[in-house]
């Protein structure tokens, strides 16, 4: 089994950053594909980024230059980096795991989910 925990949510202002990790625990691949997605009440989630195992990474246009994923696999940590954050990037963040396909815009091949973590932006 596999635990995934999100952190480093909060409130900030307009144009701030945030920092958000992911910790995994339990049985973990180096082969995983991990991604950051996040959800609105009321709303589909929505895929954000990915990072593959040779750590090759895409993003969704809406966050491409602003949010930057990466991960330190000495430490089986994600993080995603949120630059000029603005008022419509406020949600729950959730971190994936998956381990077969790795894109952001298939939800449904990511295995493990964490319970997220919320972003306000005002």
């Known amino acids: 089994h596999v635990q995934l925990v999100e952190s480093g949510g909060g409130s900030v202002q307009a144009g701030g950053s945030l920092r958000l990790s992911c910790a995994a625990s339990?049985?973990?691949?180096?082969?995983?594909?991990m991604g950051w997605f996040r959800q609105v009440p009321g709303k589909e989630r929505e895929g954000l980024a990915t990072?593959?195992?040779?750590?090759?990474?895409a993003y969704v246009d809406s966050v491409k230059g602003r949010f930057t994923i990466s991960q330190d696999n000495a430490k089986n940590t994600l993080f995603l980096q949120m630059n000029s954050l603005k008022p419509e990037d406020t949600a729950m963040y959730y971190c994936?795991?998956?381990?077969?396909?790795?894109?952001?815009?298939?939800?449904?091949?990511?295995?493990?989910w964490g319970q997220g973590t919320q972003v306000t932006v005002s």
């Open positions: 994936a795991a998956s381990l077969y396909g790795c894109s952001w815009s298939d939800e449904a091949a990511f295995d493990y």
């Open positions: 990072i593959d195992s040779r750590g090759i990474t």
């Open positions: 339990g049985r973990t691949y180096s082969k995983w594909c």
